[in-house]
């Protein structure tokens, strides 16, 4: 079935130069990146990426860390892209991530973990309004 999802470089993925790695790894699968903006994200916006989150011990310092230097978005279509991109970044915490996997491959950390992906076709189209927003951010 083909989906969208929203694939983002968080700032620690930027600073250190995976940007080109990870378009690499999306296009080699086959998925196809259909909008790619950079933005150096708001508070508000990070907040409302991360609603579900909010309360959770480690709420601050995510909203901290996403909003500490630009980010890259982009929108990600492909059969099964929500389960497929997921595959790809690997599980959230780094030191856990299979090797094979963006997190995997370059993450030693739960937080700064290089990339995040949504975790369903509706979180999807949720998030793709948040963060593709004129107000989320400036660049
Ligand atoms: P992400 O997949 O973007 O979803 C929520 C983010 O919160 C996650 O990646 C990490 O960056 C961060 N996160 C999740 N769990 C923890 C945790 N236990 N401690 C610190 N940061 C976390």
Not at 37 to 44: A, D, G, T
Not at 64 to 82: H, K, N, Q, R
Request: net charge negative; charged share 30%.
């Amino acid at each position: 079935m083909l989906e969208r999802t929203i694939l983002i470089v968080k700032p620690d993925g930027v600073r250190r130069g995976l940007v080109g790695e990870v378009i690499r790894r999306i296009e080699n699968k086959g998925l196809k990146i259909t909008r790619l903006r950079m933005i150096y994200p708001s508070i508000e916006c990070i907040e409302q990426l991360y609603d579900v989150h909010k309360g959770k011990p480690f709420y601050k310092d995510l909203i901290e860390f996403m909003s500490s230097g630009p980010i890259i978005a982009m929108i990600v279509e492909g059969d099964e892209a929500v389960k497929v991109v997921r595959n790809l970044i690997g599980s959230t915490d780094g030191r856990e991530a299979s090797p094979g996997t963006i997190r995997g491959d370059y993450a030693l950390s739960i937080r700064e973990n290089i990339v995040h992906a949504a975790d369903s076709v509706e979180r999807a189209e949720y998030e793709i309004k948040v963060v593709f927003s004129e107000t989320c951010g400036d660049f």
